[in-house]
């Protein structure tokens, strides 16, 4: 779990210096799919990993717009400020809290019944979801998009035998 949470922190770093060379313009462009473009993914990748991390601790969700967050530096500084948090969670992981149940009431009255660590894994599979999206964005405006490639990362040390 920890792993994968690293591998999307260290790839959202790696689309964060990508974005410095591409205009306003194009990090603000509408485009097809997703949630609108390229900040706006970024942005949103953010809030939906600290919204969820928030609902799993009894704490209230992020409820401010892109509209408040439409910059790259912006959308760094909010990252900088929720990863502290969802990294000590993140951390303090445990085989205990795979199967916790997640309670997680629907709008139509009725409640589903979630695992956490069903909650977790959605986390990490919707930023690898959006980046998938920003990998053929960048293609459109002729720039080569950040590697999704995890072996390399460095992540995971290999234990040699002597």
Same mark, same amino acid.
């Given at each position: 779990?920890? %792993?994968?949470?690293?591998?999307?922190?260290?790839?959202?770093? =790696?689309?964060?210096?990508?974005? =410095?060379?591409?205009?306003?313009?194009?990090?603000?462009?509408?485009?097809?799919?997703?949630?609108?473009?390229?900040?706006?993914?970024?942005?949103?990748?953010?809030?939906? =990993?600290?919204?969820?991390?928030?609902?799993?601790?009894?704490?209230?969700?992020?409820?401010?717009?892109?509209?408040?967050? +439409?910059?790259?530096?912006? *959308?760094?500084?909010?990252?900088?400020?929720?990863?502290?948090?969802? =990294?000590?969670?993140?951390?303090?992981?445990?085989?205990?809290?795979? %199967?916790?149940?997640?309670?997680?009431?629907?709008?139509?009255? %009725?409640?589903? *019944?979630?695992?956490?660590?069903?909650?977790?894994?959605?986390?990490?599979?919707? @930023?690898?979801?959006?980046?998938?999206?920003?990998?053929?964005?960048?293609?459109?405006?002729?720039?080569?998009?950040?590697?999704? +490639?995890?072996?390399?990362?460095?992540?995971?040390?290999? @234990?040699?035998?002597?």
């Amino acid at each position: 779990m920890q %792993t994968m949470f690293r591998y999307n922190w260290l790839v959202r770093e =790696e689309w964060y210096r990508w974005c =410095e060379d591409v205009s306003v313009e194009e990090l603000q462009r509408t485009r097809t799919g997703g949630v609108g473009g390229i900040l706006h993914t970024l942005f949103h990748i953010i809030d939906v =990993e600290w919204s969820w991390i928030q609902e799993l601790q009894g704490k209230s969700g992020f409820q401010e717009s892109f509209e408040s967050y +439409n910059g790259l530096e912006k *959308v760094r500084k909010l990252d900088a400020a929720f990863r502290p948090e969802v =990294e000590e969670f993140v951390q303090s992981w445990e085989l205990s809290m795979e %199967t916790r149940p997640f309670f997680d009431p629907r709008p139509n009255g %009725t409640m589903d *019944v979630d695992a956490w660590g069903e909650v977790m894994r959605h986390v990490i599979a919707h @930023q690898i979801h959006h980046v998938g999206q920003l990998s053929v964005w960048a293609r459109e405006i002729g720039k080569k998009p950040v590697s999704a +490639n995890l072996v390399g990362k460095g992540l995971i040390n290999p @234990q040699l035998l002597s």
